[in-house]
């Protein structure tokens, strides 16, 4: 499991990782993506993510695609400017990671960025959902 402590956050509840993981395989000059443990636990059952094909140009705050549950239909916003260099396969074929492992396994997309905007840290990310 990825070190909570060490992401950065969005208010949209996001989860970026910038620095090299090995167990992520991070490019240089790119972040990982995905949905906080407070997220998927909101949504419920996820049952299927829909993501931007890579060579994808997003900017920040906009709708690239959607997280389906048994309760709702959520949308995944860009939490950065960039375009996409990976969409994770084993959550569109397995959406249920997102739920298993919103840390790990069940990251979204890798998206190449030219500069990182002002993130949230954790502290200030479960200030905001109380938890």
Known sequence: ??????????DEHEWILVDEDPAVAVDAGSVVVGITD??????????????????????AGSVIGEIESTKSVGELFAPVDGTIVEANQAVIDSPEL???DPFGEGWL???????????????QYTAITGE
């Open 1 to 10: 499991m990825t070190d909570t402590n060490a992401l950065k956050y969005t």
């Open 109 to 123: 997309l890798k998206i190449a960025v030219a500069e990182l905007p002002e993130l949230l840290t954790r502290e």
């Open 38 to 59: 407070y997220a998927a636990d909101k949504l419920g059952d996820v049952v299927f993510v829909d993501l931007p094909a890579v060579g994808t140009a997003v900017t």
């Open 98 to 100: 997102v739920n298993s």
